[in-house]
């Protein structure tokens, strides 16, 4: 699952960003502490960009340094520490707010599921992009081939096929492209097995000639 939150593909990098800022503007809807809030972003946007760094107990609050310790892929998915809690329980009550760490912490892990719901999402949509991009190369390539055999191989009404160039083709729409070269395929497909009775008899009548012995003189 690393790979889903860690992934530099730039599309990836966007998402992750776009999913961070969803998330501090949850938080500050929620009243959270604001140095909660800045430990959560600095801590995730560091564990993305290198997952094995961390930062100096001694230099962070009790709560990120306990969340470090036990990584920031398990806050993700909704492994948090106590101390997170605590904090914001305390913060509660320095705004006399009625709110609870309790409840907070709470909503907070159902949102950070949302952010790793929107992340492999994402992931899963570059992934097919990725493969549809290979496709759709492989495909031109096929194109390419069938093309360049020319309309000899296909059946004499399929060969208007043959009309544009294969420019032309190739800067056609995917599904376009995809239905040139079903159709070629299966139209020389068909003139082969057309061809295929013709083709044995003239390979019968060439080995018949070359055994026939010559005339003598």
């Not at 043959?162 to 079903?182: A, G």
């Not at 139209?187 to 055994?211: E, G, K, V």
């Amino acid at each position: 699952m690393d790979h889903v939150y860690n992934c530099q593909a730039p599309e990836a990098g966007q998402q992750w960003a776009e999913s961070l800022d969803k998330l501090t503007e949850w938080l500050n809807d929620q009243r959270t502490d604001p140095a909660i809030v800045r430990d959560i972003r600095e801590g995730l946007n560091s564990w993305r960009l290198d997952p094995s760094a961390g930062v100096s107990p001694a230099t962070s609050s009790s709560a990120r340094a306990a969340q470090e310790f036990i990584g920031w892929r398990p806050f993700l998915e909704g492994c948090l520490t106590w101390e997170w809690q605590a904090q914001q329980q305390r913060y509660y009550e320095f705004l006399k707010s009625r709110k609870t760490g309790r409840r907070w912490t709470t909503l907070l892990i159902r949102k950070l599921w949302d952010v790793s719901w929107d992340m492999w999402d994402d992931r899963n949509g570059i992934l097919h992009k990725n493969d549809n991009t290979v496709k759709h190369q492989e495909m031109d390539q096929e194109l390419r081939r069938l093309y360049t055999e020319g309309p000899t191989k296909v059946l004499r009404t399929d060969r208007s096929l043959f009309n544009k160039s294969v420019e032309d083709w190739l800067s056609s729409t995917p599904f376009v492209r995809r239905q040139w070269v079903s159709m070629v395929t299966k139209s020389t497909s068909r003139y082969a097995h057309q061809c295929a009775p013709m083709n044995r008899m003239r390979a019968l009548l060439s080995r018949f000639l070359t055994r026939v012995p010559p005339i003598p003189p």
